[in-house]
């Protein structure tokens, strides 16, 4: 199987904007969990649809997620081409690049395809 070039400008796909409001407790350490048990994308080699259950949980700073520009964001996805792994990736980049919180952390539970399902989970900062 050939999967040259089935990636290669994912970090430059144009999604919608992740809107933020105003944290008016960014003195205070707290995590707010998201989930998203509906998330579509698309499996780049079949064409077929993926299903996954999506959880965000993060610690904010000055900024909190608004949760339809959230929303719109994700749904974006249910016509994109796009690997397991880098979906989750790419998720967590905009989400951090947007939000800017203190710390983030996105697992991804994708449905069984062909007997093996696949979970990612991805933080910010980084673990190293």
């Given at each position: 199987?050939?999967?040259?070039?089935?990636?290669?400008?994912?970090?430059?796909?144009?999604?919608?904007?992740?809107?933020?409001?105003?944290?008016?407790?960014?003195?205070r350490d707290y995590r707010i969990l998201i989930e998203i048990p509906e998330f579509t994308c698309v499996c780049p080699k079949t064409g077929l649809p993926d299903f996954a259950t999506l959880t965000v949980e993060y610690v904010p700073d000055r900024l909190c997620a608004e949760l339809k520009s959230f929303k719109l964001?994700?749904?974006?996805?249910?016509?994109?081409?796009?690997?397991?792994?880098?979906?989750a990736n790419r998720i967590l980049d905009d989400f951090v690049r947007s939000v800017r919180p203190?710390?983030?952390?996105?697992?991804?539970?994708?449905?069984?395809?062909?007997?093996?399902?696949?979970?990612?989970?991805?933080?910010?900062?980084?673990?190293h």
């Open positions: 199987m050939d999967y040259e070039g089935l990636q290669e400008n994912i970090r430059d796909l144009a999604l919608p904007e992740i809107e933020t409001w105003e944290n008016q407790y960014s003195d964001y994700l749904v974006a996805y249910r016509q994109v081409g796009i690997f397991h792994e880098h979906v203190r710390s983030a952390q996105l697992t991804g539970v994708f449905n069984p395809r062909g007997g093996i399902s696949t979970t990612v989970t991805v933080r910010y900062p980084p673990d």
